[in-house]
């Protein structure tokens, strides 16, 4: 199982913005910069977690980012569902799949508890969680 580079890049691009201390916002250059990101590419990304509510521009076009709650507030769910509507591990575990084989598939239920799993360890996670291990790696 693998996440998509959007998925990945959009959650270092959030501590980037979770790691501003002085309040002026980061500027997206600056994000693609320390994490090796392209604007181009970042500019995608950039577009999601605003439209998704987790960021905001602090003085309009050409500023900097800031995020729109506190960093205990973002969950790493949030940042996930700004690129894809909810985590599903199989096929058969998306909203509205007709799969042909639901009545009596012997293993539905063990996809079903592990995509449980992943978006509850996503749910439990924080933006602030990420900002405490970054910090002790420094």
Request: hydrophobic content about 35%; glycine content about 8%; proline content about 1%.
């Amino acid at each position: 199982m693998r996440f998509n580079t959007k998925i990945r890049y959009g959650i270092r691009a959030m501590l980037e913005i979770a790691l501003d201390e002085n309040g002026n916002g980061v500027f997206q250059k600056d994000i693609a910069r320390r994490q090796r990101i392209s604007v181009k590419y970042l500019d995608n990304i950039i577009a999601s977690l605003k439209t998704a509510g987790l960021i905001i521009n602090i003085r309009g076009r050409k500023s900097g980012y800031r995020l729109s709650r506190t960093p205990s507030e973002i969950k790493i769910l949030d940042i996930y569902k700004a690129f894809e509507p909810g985590i599903t591990i199989v096929d058969c575990m998306e909203h509205g799949y007709d799969c042909k084989l639901s009545k009596t598939c012997g293993v539905r239920s063990f996809w079903e508890g592990l995509n449980d799993q992943i978006t509850k360890y996503f749910d439990s996670f924080t933006l602030e969680n990420l900002i405490k291990e970054h910090k002790s790696r420094i």
